[in-house]
């Protein structure tokens, strides 16, 4: 029996007609030499998304219905699955463009983060058994009206992964325009390299960590379902990174990854009551302002009194400090609140961290020596993140890289 493999194409790999045709090559020749069958999964061409959102701005200005916003920003996949499907149809390949109410793709949750419920695959499979290639739209789903609904940024990731989980589980490709998976961003660090493998794990933490080759969701799903991944580029053949659930000598490398996020911010609320229940308070007022929250600190000060920080996406920093002004102005009269916006997120990531000891404190000792001050820290099984100063950023990734990636490398 055939394989069946998802292959999702991101925004720059289908940002004019001469890349969608070159798309439509790739797929075509992947058919002919393996005899796979091919689902394609498409973003929206490159920029598209932003341009229509700005409209809805220029429109409506701060506030438009929410129904109608996903109308709009769901149309730019509408023409790049047409529009590969034709350059298919061009190819050779017999192929049909398929939107989420056509395929039933299933979503619940809030306003532009919505989760994938479910997937019907009776149109996919019937399309598959007729030889003709389904070529699906990422990034949308519908909700229980029927209405288009929106995965976030990164959701066609997202798609494409629910489909193979759906079908199979299968493989699925994630083509875009670098070549794999990094030990840290190569702009940053020249001598960073490639990653043949890597586990779910540790692709779920170099994701929620800064590393933008993958959505976090996509990840989790593909772990959930194990559903082999493959980080490759669109525009050359050259081997990528795979992504399972285990792979020989995974543990043998210490450190795996550096990441860095950059858009951070840290919010401090001080001079709080040090009782029960105020830290409940706290969270519960960011999360019924949807506001998501990582990593996080409570110092108890004196006379029961203490301070709670923590840090969010900076663009939700505005809405979280806004929400515990609120909060500190009608029930904690005395307490304060500070918001910094220069903060960076730095993550160590490693499957080899389970079962060597010293990670910290060499990170530590590294990032003080070049004078990097540490303002919070989390841990797990298989990362340790600190937050650092923007502005030392690069700096910190390239130390630690060199540290702990090239050193490791040099050993060997």
């Given at each position: 029996?055939?394989q069946?493999?998802?292959?999702?194409?991101?925004?720059?790999?289908?940002?004019?007609?001469?890349?969608?045709?070159?798309?439509?090559?790739?797929?075509?020749?992947?058919?002919?030499?393996t005899?796979?069958?091919?689902?394609?999964?498409?973003?929206?061409?490159?920029?598209?998304?932003?341009?229509?959102?700005?409209?809805?701005?220029?429109?409506?200005?701060?506030?438009?219905?929410?129904?109608?916003?996903?109308?709009?920003?769901?149309?730019?996949?509408?023409?790049?699955?047409?529009l590969?499907?034709?350059?298919?149809?061009?190819?050779?390949?017999?192929?049909r463009?398929?939107?989420?109410?056509?395929?039933?793709?299933?979503?619940?949750?809030?306003?532009?983060?919505?989760?994938?419920?479910?997937?019907?695959?009776?149109?996919?499979?019937?399309?598959?058994?007729?030889?003709?290639?389904?070529?699906?739209?990422?990034?949308?789903?519908?909700?229980?009206?029927?209405d288009?609904?929106?995965?976030?940024?990164?959701?066609?990731?997202?798609?494409?992964?629910?489909?193979?989980?759906?079908?199979?589980?299968?493989?699925?490709?994630?083509?875009?325009?670098?070549?794999?998976?990094?030990?840290?961003?190569?702009?940053?660090?020249?001598?960073?390299?490639?990653?043949?493998?890597?586990?779910?794990?540790?692709?779920?933490?170099?994701?929620?960590?800064?590393?933008?080759?993958?959505?976090?969701?996509?990840?989790?799903?593909?772990?959930?379902?194990?559903?082999?991944?493959?980080?490759c580029?669109?525009?050359?053949?050259?081997?990528?990174?795979?992504?399972?659930?285990?792979?020989?000598?995974?543990?043998?490398?210490?450190?795996?990854?550096?990441?860095?996020?950059?858009?951070?911010?840290?919010?401090?609320?001080?001079?709080?009551p040090?009782?029960?229940?105020?830290?409940?308070?706290?969270?519960?007022?960011?999360?019924?302002?949807?506001?998501?929250?990582?990593?996080?600190?409570?110092?108890?000060?004196t006379?029961?009194?203490a301070a709670?920080?923590?840090?969010?996406?900076q663009?939700?920093?505005?809405?979280?400090?806004?929400?515990?002004?609120?909060?500190?102005?009608?029930?904690?009269?005395?307490?304060?609140?500070?918001?910094?916006?220069?903060?960076?997120?730095?993550?160590?990531v490693?499957?080899?961290?389970?079962?060597?000891?010293?990670?910290?404190?060499?990170?530590?000792?590294?990032?003080?020596?070049?004078?990097?001050?540490?303002?919070?820290?989390?841990?797990?099984?298989?990362?340790?993140?600190?937050?650092?100063?923007?502005?030392?950023?690069?700096?910190a990734?390239?130390?630690?890289?060199?540290?702990?990636?090239?050193?490791?490398?040099?050993g060997?």
């Open positions: 029996m055939a069946t493999v998802v292959m999702k194409f991101g925004g720059t790999s289908v940002g004019s007609s001469e890349r969608i045709g070159g798309v439509a090559k790739r797929v075509a020749k992947h058919r002919k030499e005899g796979d069958r091919v689902v394609v999964v498409v973003s929206a061409m490159s920029g598209e998304t932003d341009r229509l959102i700005e409209l809805a701005r220029k429109v409506g200005g701060d506030r438009y219905p929410v129904r109608e916003y996903n109308q709009l920003v769901t149309s730019g996949e509408h023409a790049s699955v047409a590969t499907a034709i350059a298919l149809e061009r190819e050779g390949v017999p192929a463009s398929l939107l989420a109410n056509q395929v039933q793709i299933r979503t619940r949750g809030a306003y532009g983060q919505n989760l994938i419920s479910g997937v019907e695959t009776e149109t996919l499979e019937e399309l598959l058994e007729r030889g003709i290639t389904p070529v699906v739209a990422g990034f949308q789903g519908i909700d229980e009206f029927g288009f609904t929106t995965l976030g940024r990164g959701g066609s990731d997202t798609t494409a992964v629910a489909i193979a989980a759906a079908l199979g589980p299968c493989r699925c490709d994630i083509l875009t325009d670098i070549d794999g998976v990094y030990t840290a961003l190569p702009s940053i660090c020249k001598r960073a390299r490639k990653l043949q493998t890597l586990t779910y794990e540790e692709m779920l933490e170099m994701a929620s960590s800064g590393a933008k080759v993958l959505q976090a969701r996509s990840v989790s799903l593909a772990y959930k379902f194990k559903v082999p991944l493959v980080v580029s669109s525009f050359s053949e050259i081997e990528g990174t795979l992504i399972v659930e285990e792979y020989q000598g995974m543990a043998d490398a210490v450190v795996s990854g550096i990441t860095c996020r950059a858009d951070e911010a840290k919010l401090t609320l001080r001079n709080v040090d009782k029960p229940g105020i830290a409940a308070k706290v969270f519960k007022v960011l999360g019924d302002a949807e506001v998501v929250v990582d990593m996080i600190v409570q110092s108890q000060g006379a029961g009194r709670i920080s923590f840090t969010v996406p663009e939700s920093a505005q809405t979280a400090y806004e929400a515990l002004l609120k909060l500190a102005t009608e029930e904690m009269p005395d307490a304060s609140v500070e918001l910094d916006k220069d903060i960076a997120k730095l993550s160590v490693g499957e080899g961290m389970r079962t060597h000891a010293g990670v910290a404190s060499k990170m530590f000792e590294v990032l003080g020596a070049n004078g990097i001050n540490v303002e919070m820290i989390t841990t797990s099984e298989i990362k340790i993140s600190v937050a650092i100063e923007a502005k030392y950023s690069e700096l990734v390239r130390v630690l890289h060199e540290c702990f990636i090239e050193q490791q490398d040099a060997r």
